[in-house]
């Protein structure tokens, strides 16, 4: 049976050995050398892991599964990296045409309203005139 100083060994060496794998990583890729990881277990988490800047979670409690998510969120992270410049432009194009079709949009309805409201003035005036007219 395991106590307290055992099960944070355990923990200890799992972290440690994550450490030792990111840095076999960051050799094997010539890259990520800004990253580092976090191993925080958490059964009831519903990700295996994610990339929050330069800090690589790692919530698997498994150590297999711990590697195994490293990989892969390393592995996300450099091809996230190769991504990026395509997202910041296809991004920054959405926001240039929202902003080209609200004005335009804002131009059309200001013209309705300026229709609408000529249409609605014109036969009061005529009723007004007309109520004046009758004896």
Sequence with gaps: M????GRKRECE???D?????LTQLKQIFGQGYELEVIWAPNENSDLSGEVKGTRL???????????QTLVHEFLDYLISRI???YRDVTNKLISLINEYAYQRKE???ESLTKVVLRT????????????RAKP
């Design 17 to 21: 050995f994550l450490r030792r794998e």
């Design 83 to 85: 991504i990026e410049p």
């Design 120 to 131: 609605l003035v014109i036969p009061r005036n005529d009723l007004s005139n007309e109520r």
């Design 13 to 15: 060496d799992i972290a």
């Design 57 to 67: 979670y790692i919530y698997e409690p498994d150590r297999e599964k711990a590697l």
């Design 107 to 109: 131009q059309t309805i």
């Design 2 to 5: 395991r106590g307290k100083s």
